[in-house]
């Protein structure tokens, strides 16, 4: 027969309302000693006592459970955001239930309503991006949450993600400052915070730089390596080809390394390549990609922050918070300023000579 409040109040000799409510985590409204809190736990855990959860949230209307939203859980970016928010959750005690929208509007809208009927505490969300009325939904059942990365520039919310345009300047400026003129941008899902955020900083390097943007080397359309290694092959085929290729994320970055692959063109001799997001795997690859780096461990720490901060506290001001990128060069970025004089359109000087007056890679 299992053990109740009953039986742990007689083996510590305090009140089965004591008890309750050490086990109930109130033990600061009811100031119980610390004392009484590591004896009632101590026995509990001596009689293999558990909390019945379901019961605990009737009384309190909390689960103690956090719904996490990613949009492509096969994606190794997402995939380390969960990892991260997890342990963080497990530092507070929370349960997480995880739903993958696979990059599909439809499917989010469905994993909230689902959420919402779980009555979860809260959410932590990186949104497909393209639209947050449904997210509106959220707020409107008093529902705390949180913006992942996939966030919004019109719509108030607490948010944390990297400073998007800022490392999309860090990885443009590098190939510009290696002599790179013809700069690809193989974009992830158009209209979504990611990226067109990045797609501002590509744009903004150029453009600082004195380098004409040339939309036919703006491509792509979503964030999975076959975009990359379909754009890349059309890429490939230009008469006149990029020299570099900037992606707005790690898994179009491994879909362009096997069209150059298959079509033999040797990274970075032929061909450089940089990358955003930079999970582990990019230093293992033949040559390590050149990334910018997403602060994951850092951005999860903070999402549960502020989640648990909403919390706690409805009515407190909202904040976006943007960290900052960090770029790691490796090895697949050439440096061709010293192969060739490349004409741009800045002052009738050389790329060479831009590049002097700048500072080598």
Avoid: W
Wanted: include cysteine; aromatic fraction near 6%; hydrophobic fraction near 40%.
């Amino acid at each position: 027969m299992p053990y109740t409040l009953k039986d742990i109040a007689e083996k510590t000799g305090v009140s089965v309302s004591t008890v309750s409510r050490v086990l109930h985590d109130n033990s600061q409204k009811y100031k119980i000693s610390e004392d009484t809190q590591a004896k009632v736990k101590a026995v509990a855990k001596s009689f293999g006592y558990r909390v019945n959860a379901l019961a605990r949230g009737l009384r309190t209307q909390k689960t103690n459970e956090i719904g996490v939203i990613v949009p492509d859980i096969s994606n190794p970016f997402f995939s380390a955001v969960i990892k991260s928010v997890a342990g963080e959750l497990r530092k507070k005690n929370y349960n997480f239930i995880v739903y993958d929208s696979d990059e599909d509007i439809s499917i989010e809208r469905s994993a909230i309503k689902s959420l919402l009927e779980k009555h979860v505490d809260g959410l932590v969300i990186a949104s497909v991006g393209q639209d947050f009325s449904h997210i509106q939904k959220i707020r409107e059942a008093n529902i705390p949450f949180v913006m992942v990365d996939r966030c919004f520039d019109d719509f108030d919310a607490d948010s944390v993600s990297v400073d998007n345009v800022k490392g999309a300047l860090l990885a443009v400026n590098h190939l510009i400052k290696s002599g790179h003129r013809r700069i690809a941008f193989i974009q992830g899902l158009p209209g979504t915070y990611a990226n067109e955020t990045r797609l501002e900083g590509y744009k903004s390097a150029l453009t600082s730089a004195g380098i004409s943007i040339d939309e036919n080397l703006i491509v792509g359309d979503d964030f999975r390596s076959l975009n990359g290694y379909l754009e890349t092959k059309l890429l490939l085929k230009l008469s006149n080809p990029p020299t570099a290729i900037f992606t707005a994320g790690d898994l179009i970055a491994l879909g362009a390394l096997e069209a150059c692959r298959e079509n033999n063109i040797s990274i970075p001799d032929d061909l450089s390549l940089i990358t955003f997001d930079d999970p582990v795997f990019t230093t293992y690859l033949s040559p390590p990609l050149s990334a910018v780096e997403q602060p994951i461990s850092k951005i999860a720490e903070m999402a549960i922050a502020m989640l648990y901060r909403r919390m706690k506290n409805p009515n407190d001001e909202r904040r976006k918070v943007l960290l900052e990128p960090k770029l790691n060069v490796r090895g697949s970025v050439a440096n061709i300023s010293t192969l060739a004089f490349i004409p741009i359109t800045n002052n009738n000087q050389t790329g060479k000579e831009q590049i002097n007056k700048s500072g080598s890679a």
